[in-house]
Antibody, heavy 122, light 108 residues
């Protein structure tokens, strides 16, 4: 059974930076799959943040983070990253990583990590 | 439109059937997936694709369907443990992912 574990969350001041990590263990070959970051502000719904292909050649960002966040991966370490710069109060959320499965007509996210909390506050 | 719309809250009597819906233009092209989230926990995939695909461990009382711009998640014989927030998700025609705003299901 595949497992994803996020780390790197914490308290940061507005304008600061943070790097999240997501490490995969078990399950299919890490490099064969897209990976996705999703976040959830306190008491709010899910918001998709970014995805990256298995090779890293296909990357997409939500407009809300474009130009500030950078997604990357190290397949040798079975790890996914999210570098977050110029953080804003509204980036405060639990950040989840998930394996992004794809067919021609649908995606599904499975499994999800347990999440890591990022708090942006002065 | 690049949004998925869900009813904020739905309730169902114990043992009865409930349908949770999700509307959006992207659903005319892409099938939805559905996630269950209980308080303090990460979301869990419960349904995906066009053929009622359920991950292992998800009870068969969960089923999915799609018509036009609407995707539905149906729980037949709702149980107390089904009380949770449910989110739909799909790809958009512009390449990004979309989530619905979530539906809070209460089992009475």
């Amino acid at each position: 059974q595949a497992q994803l574990v996020e780390s790197g969350g914490g308290l940061v001041k507005p304008g600061g930076s943070l790097r999240l990590s997501c490490t995969a263990s078990g399950g299919p070959t890490f490099s064969d799959f897209y990976m996705t970051w999703i976040r959830q502000a306190p008491g709010k719904g899910l918001e998709w943040v970014s995805y990256i292909s298995g090779t890293g050649s296909d990357i997409y960002y939500a407009d809300s983070v474009k130009g500030r966040f950078t997604i990357s991966r190290d397949n040798g370490k079975n790890s996914l990253y999210l570098q977050m710069n110029s953080l804003r109060v509204e980036d405060t959320a639990v950040y989840y990583c998930a394996r992004d499965w794809r067919s021609s007509w649908y995606n599904w996210l499975h499994p999800w990590g347990q999440g890591t909390l990022v708090t942006v506050s002065s | 439109s690049s949004e998925l719309t869900q009813d904020p809250a739905v309730s169902v009597a114990l043992g009865q059937t409930v349908r949770i819906t999700c509307q959006g233009d992207s659903l005319r092209r892409y099938y939805a997936s559905w996630y269950q989230q209980k308080p303090g926990q990460a979301p869990v995939l419960v349904m995906y694709g066009k053929d009622n695909n359920r991950p292992s461990g998800i009870p068969d009382r969960f089923s999915g369907s799609s018509s036009g711009n609407t995707a539905s998640l149906t729980i037949t014989g709702a149980q107390a443990e089904d009380e949770a927030d449910y989110y739909c998700h799909s790809r958009s025609t512009s390449g990004n992912h979309l989530f619905g705003g979530g539906t809070k299901l209460t089992v009475l």
